[in-house]
């Protein structure tokens, strides 16, 4: 067993001050923040993470779900998933989050995970997770196994020479859809972060992730406020029906008028690297009248850019076609 100290924060102030205690916000951080930690104690239990200092941030009140006044919806960094996805206006206003957090995990550990914890979910990566083999994730330097070995379930876009591996979250493709923001506390004030620019691909330094910094806290998210007409649905294809990961998903959200899509944001899970945005398929897809014919040359485009490997090639017909059939769901 690994000694580390245990923390209970009971300000944001108290919580920043121990975090920036470490010398960086990455993998091989000394210090970490607990919520639901449904996440980061699987870790520690298989020597991935080893913090010596845990601190736990349940005490901050920052689980309200609060409307905006301008239209829009704040969440709480600490909300629960199944707060969030039975929400009366997350069901009403944006379908595709509450069909994305209740498509993942089970409801036990929704009940525990976090808004911003779900954030920064880290990569089911089977190499990631085993410290025997060599992963650049988490250990800069040292290689990636996964390159050439059992890479089904791992990434077609975003990747590079050092990193396949996939983000996992369900929730995030679906922020990243509705464009959400990310609003960060730290040592140096407040900013806010649009989610597409939360995360990093991996290049050369698969261990930096997000634009977190040492002594940052997520404290919240918000969502922008939803136009009239827009509808928005999210599809997940996975090898069982429940307590198992994408093989591909698709986040759509579409606003649409005589039948045609005036405003689209496409948002894929499951093939990338991070929560993949695709543009090209929005650029495709946006001013045009919906059809099957249109939403497969969406399809295509998004995926123009995959590189997948030897196990995980099928990934890029099947995110098509997961697409597609989410373009032709929302738009019916």
């Known amino acids: 067993m690994e000694a580390f100290s245990y923390i209970q924060a009971g300000t944001p102030q108290q919580a920043i001050a121990e975090g920036a205690k470490t010398p ?6 000394t210090v970490r923040y607990v919520a639901g930690g449904t996440n980061l104690l699987d870790l520690m239990k298989l020597n991935v993470e ?9 005490r901050l009140g920052l689980d309200k779900i609060e409307e905006l006044p301008g239209g829009g919806l ?13 929400h009366p206006v997350v069901q009403r206003d944006y379908a595709v989050l509450s069909e994305a957090i209740l498509s993942g ?14 954030l920064l979910q ?3 990566c089977v190499y990631f997770r085993a410290t025997e083999h060599r992963c650049n994730k988490r250990a800069p330097g040292s290689g990636c196994d996964a390159l050439d070995g059992h890479n089904r379930m791992l990434a077609i876009l975003g990747t590079s020479e050092h990193c396949i591996a996939t983000n996992p979250s369900d929730q995030n493709v679906a922020l990243t859809a509705l464009e959400a923001t990310v ?5 140096k004030g407040e900013r806010s972060v649009p989610v597409a620019e939360f995360y990093f691909k991996p290049g050369a330094t698969p261990n930096i992730e997000t634009v977190l910094q040492p002594g940052d806290v997520i404290t919240a998210v918000t969502l922008p406020p939803v136009a009239p007409g827009t509808k928005s649905h999210y599809l997940k294809l996975r090898d069982r029906a429940a307590y198992e990961f994408a093989l591909a998903s698709a986040a759509v959200v579409a606003q649409t008028a005589n039948g045609h899509l005036t405003r689209v944001r496409v948002a894929l899970g499951g093939v990338g690297t991070v929560p993949w945005r695709s543009r090209e398929a929005e650029h495709i897809l946006e001013g045009k009248a919906a059809s099957p014919e249109l939403f497969h040359q969406a399809a295509e485009a998004a995926l123009k850019g995959a590189k997948p490997r030897k196990e995980n090639a099928f990934k890029v017909d099947l995110a098509q076609r ?11």
């Open 24 to 29: 960086t916000a990455q993998l091989n951080a």
């Open 50 to 58: 080893r913090p010596t200092s845990v601190v736990d941030i349940n």
């Open 74 to 86: 704040r969440l709480g960094a600490l909300t629960r998933n199944t707060d969030v996805a039975h």
């Open 105 to 118: 995990a089970s409801p036990q550990i929704r009940n525990m995970a976090t808004t911003g914890g779900n």
């Open 122 to 124: 880290r990569t089911r």
């Open 183 to 187: 609003h960060i506390t730290g040592p």
């Open 322 to 332: 997961c697409l597609t059939h989410a373009l032709i769901t929302v738009t019916a």
